[in-house]
């Protein structure tokens, strides 16, 4: 017996329905915020993601699928898809000459993380991001769309938290005293904080960690060493927030695991998932674009997990709107008339009523159970095969008809 790989997991029928509500439920929001949905391949070129992410992120240092394909280059399945996204905005001229473009997609990602609750290895996200606008109004609108997205599926007990993570003027600053500081309190960092010190020491702030926390709790803050730029877009992203009436959380440690953030990072955390807490998190990358090699494009956006949704969502006994169901059955009530039976059925189908019969060749009894959860039960036996009728049984009473009238009778009659 072959298994699935270790992280993937199958989304079975009955799962299946509640996963496309959630997409349909965000793609509708999308839409009503007036961002377009775009598809993108599932494998890059190793370099968009090493420049893109960052060389010395979790994610670009031992996380990736990557492999050679048969023409010797090496390919990446994707973590994430903003850098895709940019990439396509570059390559097809979606933002030339300062135009901007909303965009979004969903699909699977993948990262060779450890498995547990909510943390796979091929993961799903919805991802949104709006290019070509550099302004706190661009941050705002793709807060206030996350949040709305949860809203319309029912989410309860989240947590918005934000912070500022500066930009390429003031983060040397700030990265340079963070060094100066973790390097005084090395005996207290763990073995992973150690490696970050040179190579990337705001990630030591958000380690979870206890002895690299309470190091974390005394180090420079963030907000000392901001420009006056950051400083600005972050007042205006908070006051924006605020006239629209979002309640949301100051985190100073809050720095994400891409490097391609600028000005503002944020993260929506869930009180129901456990460890991996954040059902979406984003955050502004103005500087993306011109480390994959494209024209100078300012950007933010978010991407939340599919996965992590559906566990919430279940966890809080969230509404999926409605469970798939069929609306007519066609039962035989002998073998000669298991032909018309299926003929009817195509005929139903055609008119766009969700049908079903019988085509393993079971007993009336079988076909009558299968039948159950129908509102219409439609019934052909010799008798209505000499007639070409057909009985319809709902809501309590049968009534008999001339079968090429079915499907309108049922369209009339349906709940
Ligand atoms: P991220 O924080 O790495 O950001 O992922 C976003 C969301 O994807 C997480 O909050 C989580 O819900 C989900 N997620 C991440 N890894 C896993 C996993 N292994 N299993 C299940 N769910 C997972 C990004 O990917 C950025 N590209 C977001 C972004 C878009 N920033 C700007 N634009």
């Known amino acids: 017996m072959i298994s699935a790989p270790r992280g993937t997991r199958d989304i079975l029928p009955g799962e299946s329905w509640k996963w496309s509500y959630i997409v349909q439920t965000a793609s509708k929001t999308m839409k009503d915020f007036g961002f377009s949905e775009i598809h993108l391949p599932i494998f890059e070129h190793t370099e968009l993601f090493s420049r893109g992410v960052g060389e010395t992120t979790d994610i670009v240092e031992k996380e990736m699928y990557t492999f050679e394909d048969r023409g010797g280059r090496s390919i990446t399945l994707r973590p994430e898809a903003t850098a895709g996204v940019m990439r396509a905005a570059i390559e097809n001229n979606l933002c030339a000459q300062g135009a901007s473009a909303k965009l979004w997609n969903w699909g699977p990602m993948f990262r060779h993380e450890r498995p547990q609750k909510g943390r796979y290895r091929q993961f799903y996200q919805i991802d949104a991001e709006s290019l070509g606008i550099s302004n706190a109004a661009a941050d705002v609108e793709v807060i206030a769309l996350s949040i709305e997205i949860f809203r319309r599926l029912g989410l309860k007990n989240l947590e918005v938290v934000i912070n500022s993570v500066g930009c390429e003027k003031c983060r040397p600053v700030y990265r340079q005293k963070l ?8 005996s207290d960092l763990c073995e992973t904080c150690l490696t970050r010190l040179d190579r990337n020491p705001l990630r030591i702030l958000d380690c ?103 566990l919430v ?27 018309a039976a299926q003929v009817l059925t195509y ?39 000499a007639a070409g009728t057909v009985s319809i049984k709902h809501d309590g009473s049968q009534i008999s008809m001339p079968m090429n009238e079915a499907a309108s009778y049922i369209l009339k009659s349906k709940n």
């Open 179 to 186: 060094i100066e500081y973790f390097e005084k309190h090395k």
């Open 347 to 385: 005929e139903l189908r055609k008119n766009k009523i969700s049908a079903a019969c019988d085509i393993a060749g079971r007993s009336f009894k079988a076909q009558m159970k299968s039948a159950g959860s129908c509102e219409f039960v439609c019934i052909i036996g010799s008798e209505e095969l």
């Open 208 to 310: 979870k960690q206890e002895s690299c926390g309470r190091v974390a709790d005394g180090a420079p803050d963030i907000f000392d060493s901001l420009c006056d730029e950051c400083r600005e877009h972050f007042a205006e992203v908070r006051a924006g927030l605020e006239r629209l009436g979002f309640t949301y959380t100051l985190n100073k440690r809050l720095v994400r695991g891409l490097d391609y953030y600028t000005k503002t990072a944020y993260e929506i955390l869930s009180g129901d998932l456990g460890a991996q807490n954040a059902v979406a998190g984003g955050g502004r990358y103005d500087n993306l674009a011109s480390a994959i090699g494209g024209n100078k494009i300012p950007g933010v956006g978010f991407a939340c997990g599919l996965d992590r949704i559906m």
């Open 313 to 339: 969502m279940e966890e809080q006994g969230c509404d999926f709107g409605q469970t798939p169901k069929t609306d007519a059955y066609v039962v035989a009530l002998d073998d000669k008339s298991r032909g």
